[in-house]
């Protein structure tokens, strides 16, 4: 269903919200943005998404909600050429390029237009994942990365990989994954010239040239993240770490390194029995025999 904050603002001035909703005793300032709100109660006139279960109370909500799935960023910076799926978040960006009005990173010079923004960026120092997912238990810094990931487990992943058959909630992230095949890396530092195939692999490796403000106790070596220095401090307790011989990646289990170091070989060892198409991950082989041979099966057997 519709999350709270999408659900039109009440431009009134600071009015008591005096009319309330008997169903979730949520309270709006305005009638008719009160019964905009009870739609999703009753569920009549609602805008559904024909990618995933989400219901809107407007056809302008759903419309923006959609841009999660096509990955359509409509709003163009003019100046630099970064896009953004909704308007305001462009008017937030330009401010980089006024220098007015914006907040710094006390442990890199990152700056940002807005207390949330930063907050969000202090995540990568720190390490901090506040937003949890209750079917897997995975955690993320942002909430719309949570919404994007609870996707795997509610909607469906109508976006497939020719080449491995990994499916996918949204256009964007196949466009994305698809560059591990393409070997595109668009991704360059400005600092040190090293590209990475995303922008999330980029941000991660320029904190490798920022201040390393997180220091070990024990041995006075630094970092730049929190949860590096707190992998690294389990080997001062005699727990084990694994690191990866070809790139130097730590990683907490010996399943976590024997995964990553995949991303490193050429080697397809798992086979399709069906089609014999290669893949390096069992994950993906599963995902392909589902994808493109149990569901065609069914749509047989239907016929």
């Not at 008591?16 to 709006?28: A, D, P, R, Y």
């Not at 953004?84 to 462009?90: N, R, V």
Request: proline share 2%; aromatic share 6%.
């Amino acid at each position: 269903m519709e999350d709270a904050d999408t659900v039109p603002k009440d431009k009134g001035t600071h009015g008591e919200k005096q009319h309330h909703c008997e169903k979730c005793e949520k309270s709006f300032k305005h009638k008719h943005t009160l019964k905009l709100h009870q739609r999703l109660h009753t569920g009549k006139d609602l805008h559904c998404c024909s990618f995933c279960d989400k219901k809107w109370t407007t056809k302008h909500n759903l419309d923006v909600h959609m841009r999660v799935h096509t990955g359509e960023r409509p709003f163009k910076c003019e100046q630099c050429g970064k896009s953004f799926s909704i308007k305001i978040t462009l008017t937030q960006h330009q401010k980089l390029h006024t220098g007015k009005n914006l907040l710094s990173c006390h442990f890199c010079d990152k700056k940002c237009t807005t207390k949330n923004s930063l907050s969000v960026h202090m995540r990568n120092h720190t390490g901090e994942r506040p937003f949890k997912c209750d079917h897997c238990g995975s955690s993320f810094k942002q909430k719309n990365s949570l919404q994007q990931h609870l996707l795997v487990h509610t909607g469906n992943r109508d976006f497939i990989c020719d080449k491995c058959g990994k499916s996918f909630g949204q256009l964007s992230h196949l466009r994305a994954h698809q560059l591990i095949h393409t070997g595109e890396k668009k991704h360059q530092c400005d600092q040190c010239g090293k590209a990475f195939h995303y922008q999330g692999y980029l941000k991660r490796h320029k904190l490798t040239h920022s201040e390393r403000s997180f220091p070990c106790d024990e041995c006075g070596k630094s970092f730049t993240r929190k949860d590096s220095l707190d992998l690294h401090k389990r080997m001062h307790i005699g727990q084990d770490v694994y690191c990866c011989e070809t790139c130097g990646k730590a990683c907490p289990t010996l399943s976590h390194l024997e995964k990553h170091e995949t991303s490193h070989s050429t080697e397809r060892c798992h086979v399709c029995g069906q089609c014999g198409k290669t893949f390096k991950w069992k994950e993906a082989l599963r995902r392909h025999e589902r994808v493109s041979h149990e569901n065609k099966s069914s749509q047989q057997s239907d016929k």
